[in-house]
Every structure is written in structure tokens, then in C-alpha cells.
């Protein structure tokens, strides 16, 4: 790589607020309709005519970036490599924010966030109003639709960096759907490389003082000030839900770097550990600590640092989302 675009890399990732200001290039194609507005999205296939080859469905969701359509093809990758594509249907929605309606000139009716307010759940700005976890509880519900999914037996959730934040907030705070289990259509969520883990009590792997750190326990690292779709469920009930899904942990073995540019380095994350890998470790083990019968699984990919394209098409990414 050219030693200028490296740097200018660099400079983008550390400043996520770059590309909140001035909107995205790429606005995905597809459209979501849902009562609060269209959500825009990415898809790998035409769902709305029968998919009676398709048996699992990819929801992977984008970072901090919104770069919807660079998830959506890292997620065909992945399933080409695993010789599934043909089966999977890969689904990637787009979180937008009002510099991105903006600058693609979009029409009122796509759904807008208030900056990266999306990756927390939190509710949109317009036309109406509708938490991020929200839109994806609805694409999980339409799933469910045996006239046009008639042979689908399993609904993955993916994400990388900022995507695994929001997958591992909203397999926390999503809903249960009942409906799903009696058509014996099962739900996993795989998180891969984030920043940050939302803990379900005050205790840190890394000792600090509270004066230097009072939002540390927080939403999203904590379980204080959630946000509306907790709906009136409290830490204890969000917390037993949590634990009885079937989450994997995919952890990138080089993903070690305390200075990498688009680490979470404020404090409510420094408790968490110095580095990404060591955070996802602290978080497995303290859960492991609560409830020693977890069946949630870490993986380790070897070799890798903070990719996503590498995660997922990983042997062990691959394993990890689409199992024979």
C-alpha cells in the first residue's frame, strides 16, 4: 500500500466522525419498509419473491463507517469459500445518518440515525422513530415467512469491530421470537474483534477509580441509562436472556494492538482490558464466572489482526458461520 493512502487509512479510522459529517459515498440499493420509515440495505438475493434454495440466512452488520455494501460482499465471500452461497441469503442493512441523506440526496422516507446513535439501539430521527435493534428484530421476523422462506433453518447475526458492538448489544437487548422456534428456524449471533462489551454488573477486569471513570458502568458498557428498547426489562432479566443464546466469540489472535486507531480508548473501555482480544477474553471469562454452565463459545483465528474479511473467511470464521 501506498505509504500516503496507509496514513490516510489511519486518519479515517481513528476519526470515525469523519465520515458521519459528511456522509456516506455508497447508499445500498435495497429498501426495508417498516412503519417508522425504509431502511436501507444490501442483500445478496431478491427477497421478495419465494428463496425456496436458501436454508440460512447472513444478517452482517456494518461499523462506525456505515459501508454496508463492503459487509455485504465480505459476507458472499465468506459464504462463496464456504460453498454455501447458493443456500445463504446474505443480508446487510445500512444504519444511515442525516449526513448521509443529505449528501445522496435520499428521499424522507429512509430511515436516518442521529450521528452513530444506531450502534447503541438507539431510536431514529426520522421520518419516525425506531430503534436500530428494532429494524433488526424486523428483518428476523419477516424471515420467518414460510411463503417465501419455506426451506430456511437458521438466521446468523454478524459483526465485525463496530458491527460486532452493535451484534453483541442487540443479542443483549433483542427480542425473543417465539414464532421462529415453532418452524424450527434457529437464531445465533457471532461477534467478532469489537471495542467494547456491554457488562450486566460494576466489576472490571482492570482496577480503576470510579471518580476517574463515573460512566463506566453506563450503557453501552453497562447496565445503567438503557436505552428504550430495554423496554422496562431490567439487568437481571436482560441478563438471563442473554446468556440462553446461542453466541460465538470470534477473536482474532493479533487483534492486540492498545494503540490500533479505531480502538475505543475511553475509559468506560479501558476497564475492559488494554487491547481487543484481551477484552473479549475478560468478557467470556467474567460471564464464565456468573454462569459456569455457558454455553457460549470463544474462537480464536490465527494470524489475524483487526480484519473482517479475513475474520469471516477464515477456516475458522467459516466454520463459525456456516456449519455443515
Known sequence: MNPRWGWLLAVLLACPTVAAEHGVKVVSPDRFHLQAGDLSLGMSQDWRQPLPNVTRVLIIVHGRLRNAQTYLQSGEDAAAHAKVGGTTLVIAPQFLNDADIKRNHLGNQVLRWNGNDWMAGEESTGPGHISSFGALDQIIK???????FPALKEIVV???????QVVQRFALMGHDHPALHSEGISLRYVVANPSSYAYFNPQRPVEFAVADCPSFNDWKYGMQKLPAYAEGRGPQQLEQAYVSRDITYLLGQQDTDPNHPALDKGCEAETQGAYRLIR?????????????????????????????EKMFTSAQGQKVLFPQ
Not at 454478524?158 to 460486532?164: D, E, K, L, N, P
Open 142 to 148: 419477516h424471515l420467518g415467512n414460510r411463503s417465501l
Open 158 to 164: 454478524a459483526g465485525h469491530s463496530g458491527g460486532g
Open 280 to 308: 473479549g477474553h475478560n468478557y467470556f471469562d467474567a460471564l464464565k464466572l456468573r454462569h459456569p454452565q455457558l454455553s457460549h463459545k470463544l474462537v480464536e483465528v490465527p494470524g489475524v489482526g483487526h480484519d473482517g
